[in-house]
């Protein structure tokens, strides 16, 4: 298994400013996502964090709002620019860890995100 | 594009009986299939996973589920739900190789004493 720690694990911020979220994984892991889970609603791939390069960001997400840092294979961060109301979610750290058939998807606790 | 259906929104059962939580998939490779739960103010837990092999699959918590490539379906089941059972209930599906998870609605299992 992984043990994935989050911080912070909560934060309240202003309209305008950005949150940096860490993700710490006690093992090397080769991949590593963030997802999103906004109030009552299912999880977004928000990107893969890749090591050495840019991220890959899916579908309605970019760089210049969602910064993401992945500097080796362990650690990785993701900065909510320029925040709105609208960026209130739960942001979420994953690793897939374990080989062929034992390979899980293992989860952060998440950092709860209010922006006012 | 892969999509996963999670047809209800909550699922109420009494303690004891039996529990179904529907879950439908589209990928266009083979599919990688998971459950995840999700308790209030905590993080989401693995409870199982079909890759390949046997159709019955059986996870964590008394929890199985059975995979069905004909109807696309991926139920999670339990014989005799527990009130301790209650939670937020994902099911989630990648094609071969991708390993990011696109995560259903959700169902939220009430199981009621």
């Known amino acids: 298994s992984a043990v994935i720690s989050q911080k912070p694990s909560r934060d309240i911020c202003q309209r305008g400013t950005s949150l940096t979220i860490q993700c710490q994984v006690d093992?090397?892991?080769?991949?590593m996502f963030w997802y999103r889970q906004q109030p009552g609603q299912s999880l977004t791939l928000i990107a893969t964090?890749?090591?050495?390069?840019?991220?890959?960001?899916e579908s309605g997400f970019v760089i210049d709002k969602f910064p993401i840092s992945r500097p080796n294979l362990t650690f990785s961060t993701l900065t909510v620019s320029n925040m709105s109301p609208e960026d209130s979610s739960i942001y979420l750290c994953?690793?897939?860890?374990?080989?062929?058939?034992?390979?899980?998807?293992?989860f952060g606790s998440g950092t709860q995100l209010s922006v006012l | 594009a892969q999509s996963v259906a999670q047809p209800e929104d909550q699922v109420n059962v009494a303690e004891g009986n039996p529990l179904t939580v529907k879950c439908t998939y589209s990928?266009?490779?083979?599919?990688?299939l998971f459950w995840y739960v999700q308790y209030p103010n905590r993080g989401l837990q693995f409870l199982l996973k079909?890759?390949?092999?046997?159709?019955l699959v059986k996870g964590s918590y008394g929890f199985e589920a059975e995979f069905n490539k004909s109807q696309t379906s991926f139920h999670l089941k339990k014989p005799s739900a527990l009130v301790s059972d209650s939670a937020l209930y994902f099911c989630?599906?990648?094609?071969?190789?991708?390993?990011?998870?696109?995560f259903g609605s959700g169902t939220r299992l009430q199981v009621q004493p």
């Open positions: 994953s690793v897939v860890n374990g080989g062929a058939e034992n390979e899980k998807l293992f």
């Open positions: 093992s090397q892991v080769t991949m």
């Open positions: 964090a890749n090591q050495g390069s840019e991220a890959t960001y």
């Open positions: 990928v266009s490779g083979n599919p990688y």
């Open positions: 079909y890759i390949t092999g046997d159709n």
């Open positions: 989630a599906v990648s094609d071969t190789g991708r390993r990011a998870l696109t």
